[in-house]
């Protein structure tokens, strides 16, 4: 069944930069939706980057738009989110979850998560 392992986060003052990795395994990689969201304490889960595998599509939350940087490593099954001018509201758990593109689209709703990893900016 499909994996996802994240790792990479952490904590780091405002301005500065983090990466996350999420590996992806158990499955065929290429023709899902990787995705990224965030949940901070109290706050209702925030989508925050999407990427399809078949072509590298991508997508983004106004919020992190221009800041956040969506990417993908075929030959490693991973996709990483580059995270630069940190903001203290990007504080939360980060989540990393697939699902298959279906009809020309990524889902709504993903049925695969990993079990996050913490960023905290200050």
């Known amino acids: 069944h499909v994996q996802l392992v994240e790792s990479g986060g952490g904590s780091v003052q405002a301005g500065g930069s983090l990466r996350l990795s999420c590996e992806f395994s158990g499955y065929t990689y290429s023709g899902n939706c990787m995705a990224w969201f965030r949940q901070a304490p109290g706050k209702e889960r925030e989508g925050v980057a999407t990427?399809?595998?078949?072509?590298?599509?991508?997508s983004y939350a106004d919020s992190v738009k221009d800041r956040f940087t969506i990417s993908q490593d075929n030959a490693k099954s991973t996709v990483y989110l580059q995270m630069d001018s940190l903001k203290p509201e990007d504080t939360a758990m980060y989540y990393c979850a697939a699902d298959p593109f279906v009809a020309g689209r990524c889902p709504d709703e993903y049925n695969y998560w990993g079990q996050g990893t913490q960023v905290t900016v200050s």
């Open positions: 990427i399809y595998t078949g072509d590298g599509t991508t």
